[in-house]
T-cell receptor, first 113, second 116 residues
């Protein structure tokens, strides 16, 4: 079956540091890949997505590239802010057939001023 | 409404009690999903509705779990004879279309269920 593996947290960085959160996946088909973010006290929100190999998703300074050869979708940001502190989830789903998202276990990011 | 609304926000149940969790999706949204999120884990899929039809219930962990969406809007997740392992946050999400990856999925803040 499908699965998503993320690096364990928490990840603690100083403001303006470079961020990488690793995500790899196992899939039976050709999924779309997502990063969702959960800020404290709020619901999950879509951060970015990529629907096919070599696509790059980007939003709010975050980027991730769909790498089919390495089955990876690592999240990066060049300069984090305190307001980026949250839990980040990598996920996959399919455009047709089963519509459910398969999530990783989440990575908590703490950014210190 | 402005977003997906879930109630109650918190629920404490004694082991063996039945509970009902409510989800009000965004008005007019066709697709509705339920997920279960254990502490420190990612959400896990429970079930999916397209209007009033329950098209996928493959994630329901046991026959104690039951979901309905009788009029294609509000949905209720019912858990019978709750067990401690049912303690989790239950998330509801909705989208305007048939759940494809090009649609934006809106999540509620969840119901935190604690079974004592």
């Amino acid at each position: 079956g499908d699965s998503v593996t993320q690096m364990e947290g928490p990840v603690t960085l100083s403001e303006e540091a470079f961020l990488t959160i690793n995500c790899t996946y196992t899939a039976t088909g050709y999924p779309s890949l997502f990063w969702y973010v959960q800020y404290p006290g709020e619901g999950l929100q879509l951060l970015l997505k990529a629907t096919k190999a070599d696509d790059k998703g980007s939003n709010k300074g975050f980027e991730a590239t769909y790498r089919k050869e390495t089955t990876s979708f690592h999240l990066e940001k060049g300069s984090v802010q305190v307001s980026d502190s949250a839990v980040y989830f990598c996920a996959l789903s399919y455009h047709t057939g089963r519509r459910a998202l398969t999530f990783g276990s989440g990575t908590r990011l703490q950014v210190q001023p | 409404g402005a977003g997906v609304s879930q109630s109650p926000r918190y629920k404490v149940a004694k082991r063996g009690q039945d509970v009902a969790l409510r989800c009000d999706p965004i008005s007019g949204h066709v697709s509705l999903f339920w997920y279960q999120q254990a502490l420190g884990q990612g959400p896990e899929f429970l079930t999916y509705f397209q209007n009033e039809a329950q098209l996928d219930k493959s994630g329901l962990p046991s026959d104690r779990f039951f979901a309905e969406r009788p009029e294609g809007s509000v949905s209720t997740l019912k858990i019978q004879r709750t067990q401690q392992e049912d303690s989790a946050v239950y998330l509801c999400a909705s989208s305007s279309g048939t759940g494809g990856t090009n649609e934006k999925l809106f999540f509620g803040s969840g119901t935190q269920l604690s079974v004592l």
